[in-house]
């Protein structure tokens, strides 16, 4: 089982990315997925997530600027990056839950992926 993120870079400030992050060697439509990411110096911290059935949670300082999604035929869910700030910028990493739930917290995620790197400049 493997979870491939893709899709971070250097954007300025105010600009917009989309992560991709694909799963391979079984199918997650019954998984809950999400995004975290991590800062230098930091814990990795929660930043979206989206249940098996579509529903979707943020953390309070992305909300409204970023958008989870997911495609099940494509095994993949996306996180699209709006109005991007200094402040966004880690390395983000996908992340899929058995459960099937909304989890905002690390522990309980069962499969994770290598990260992609953000970096917005301002």
């Known amino acids: 089982v493997q979870l491939q993120a893709s899709g971070g870079g250097l954007v300025q400030a105010g600009g917009s990315l989309r992560l991709s992050c694909v799963a391979s060697?079984?199918?997650?439509?019954?998984?809950?997925l999400g995004w975290f990411r991590q800062a230098p110096g930091k814990e990795r911290e929660f930043v979206a997530a989206?249940?098996?059935?579509?529903?979707?949670y943020y953390e309070h300082s992305v909300k409204g600027r970023f958008t989870i999604s997911r495609d099940n035929a494509k095994n993949t869910v996306y996180l699209q990056m709006n109005s991007l700030k200094p402040e966004d910028t880690a390395v983000y990493y996908c992340?899929?839950?058995?459960?099937?739930?909304?989890?905002?917290?690390?522990?309980?995620?069962?499969?994770w992926g290598q990260g992609t790197q953000v970096t917005v400049s301002s």
């Open positions: 060697g079984r199918t997650f439509s019954r998984y809950s």
């Open positions: 989206i249940s098996w059935v579509g529903g979707t």
């Open positions: 992340a899929a839950d058995h459960s099937g739930v909304i989890v905002t917290t690390v522990r309980p995620y069962d499969y």
